[in-house]
């Protein structure tokens, strides 16, 4: 029970952190919404002909809750990590009575809401404003949304072992994740047709 209430602490502290700093809260947090945001409105009626002519919402979608669990569990507990170390913090908690499982496992759970919060968030504005619908299979899109969680969770973890000391850590999150999400074909190359079109739509005539 003492070590569960370290945990619970710890988990609230850490969602503390989060929210009180600023680059956290856009780069993770933000970000995907405004490029749900941006891409769906952009793309607003447009289908994707390669995968049956499915609305380009309805394929962007999904791939925005994805990449939010990816966001929350990879690229902010890597980045974060990575900052404790070279400031030092990391060093000054092993001399606490906290114990590294708890304090890990405070930054792994706080990851975890993040990533439940953006995925409710994400998946409610697609299906309210861009008429996004899901098949009802909710088991399932629950056990592969919290497995994808841990598993990123751990890659998060490994990505801080390739940075030294100077810093060089933070970019390698950042510039990983658009790989790990799978943004390329999503973003790059069925919807940048359609955004192009949406854009020539938007267009006055001459």
Same mark, same amino acid.
């Given at each position: 029970?003492?070590?569960?209430? /370290?945990?619970?602490? &710890?988990?609230?502290?850490? &969602?503390?952190?989060?929210?009180?700093?600023?680059?956290?809260?856009?780069?993770?947090?933000?970000?995907?919404?405004?490029?749900?945001?941006?891409?769906?409105?952009?793309? &607003?009626?447009?289908?994707?002909?390669?995968?049956?002519?499915?609305?380009?919402? &309805?394929?962007?979608?999904?791939?925005?809750?994805?990449?939010?669990?990816?966001? =929350?569990?990879?690229?902010?507990? !890597?980045?974060? /990590?990575?900052?404790?170390?070279? !400031? +030092?913090?990391?060093?000054?908690?092993?001399?606490?009575?906290?114990?590294?499982?708890?304090?890990?496992?405070?930054?792994?759970?706080?990851? /975890?809401?993040?990533?439940?919060?953006?995925?409710?968030?994400?998946? =409610?504005?697609?299906?309210?404003?861009?008429?996004?619908?899901?098949?009802?299979?909710?088991? =399932?899109?629950?056990?592969?949304? =919290?497995?994808?969680?841990?598993?990123?969770?751990?890659?998060?973890?490994?990505?801080?072992?390739?940075?030294?000391?100077?810093?060089?850590?933070?970019?390698?999150?950042?510039?990983?994740? !658009?790989?790990?999400? +799978?943004?390329?074909?999503?973003?790059?190359?069925?919807?940048?047709?359609?955004?192009?079109?949406?854009?020539?739509?938007?267009?006055?005539?001459?």
């Amino acid at each position: 029970m003492r070590t569960l209430a /370290l945990l619970a602490h &710890q988990v609230r502290y850490e &969602q503390k952190l989060y929210w009180r700093s600023p680059s956290s809260a856009v780069f993770t947090f933000a970000f995907p919404i405004l490029l749900l945001v941006i891409f769906a409105t952009l793309n &607003q009626g447009a289908t994707i002909a390669s995968l049956g002519g499915i609305s380009y919402n &309805q394929y962007y979608v999904p791939g925005i809750v994805a990449f939010s669990v990816i966001s =929350a569990c990879y690229t902010n507990l !890597a980045i974060s /990590l990575c900052f404790r170390r070279d !400031a +030092g913090t990391l060093k000054r908690i092993r001399g606490t009575p906290l114990p590294p499982a708890v304090f890990m496992a405070g930054a792994i759970g706080s990851s /975890l809401v993040v990533s439940l919060l953006l995925v409710v968030l994400t998946t =409610a504005v697609g299906m309210l404003f861009y008429g996004v619908t899901f098949p009802g299979r909710w088991g =399932a899109l629950g056990l592969t949304l =919290a497995v994808g969680a841990f598993c990123f969770c751990g890659l998060g973890l490994a990505m801080t072992t390739l940075s030294g000391p100077d810093r060089r850590g933070a970019p390698l999150p950042l510039g990983t994740a !658009a790989k790990l999400a +799978g943004v390329r074909p999503s973003l790059l190359n069925n919807g940048r047709g359609a955004t192009l079109s949406a854009v020539k739509k938007s267009r006055p005539d001459p």
